[in-house]
């Protein structure tokens, strides 16, 4: 029922600004949080950041700086704007709702971009490449 679809994904030249939309239908009015993951070849996916139904986002300390995610609730968007952007950012970049943040192999739901998950709504990512 729950539908996620990433855009504005694509070719960027090092020290180059991106930004990311995500277009949500059937989430109901219990979904607390939405957020962005990456996943690069041969790489574990990783949190990029995570935002609640109270409009408080949160990064992980490796992406706190240059990454930025809001979000326009009477339109169903989620955005990533990321900036000074390096070949090390290129990835699959994943939108996600309401999945179960991950820690020491416990799980709970709380509105966190780690580095594990658990369940969750997923769309199908969209590729970036800097280069």
């Known amino acids: 029922h729950v539908q996620l679809m990433e855009s504005g994904g694509g070719s960027v030249e090092a020290g180059g600004s991106l930004r990311l939309s995500c277009t949500a239908s059937?989430?109901?009015?219990?979904?607390?949080?939405m957020g962005w993951f990456r996943q690069a070849p041969g790489k574990e996916r990783e949190g990029v950041g995570a935002?609640?139904?109270?409009?408080?986002?949160n990064y992980p300390d490796s992406m706190k700086g240059r990454f930025t995610i809001s979000k326009d609730s009477a339109k169903n968007t989620l955005y990533l704007q990321m900036d000074s952007l390096t070949p090390e950012d290129s990835a699959t970049y994943y939108c996600a709702a309401d999945w179960e943040y991950c820690s020491r192999g416990f799980c709970y739901p709380s509105c966190r971009a780690g580095r594990e998950t658990r369940s969750g709504y997923w769309g199908q990512g969209t590729q970036v490449t800097v280069s």
């Open positions: 935002i609640d139904n109270n409009g408080r986002a």
């Open positions: 059937g989430l109901t009015s219990g979904t607390y949080c």
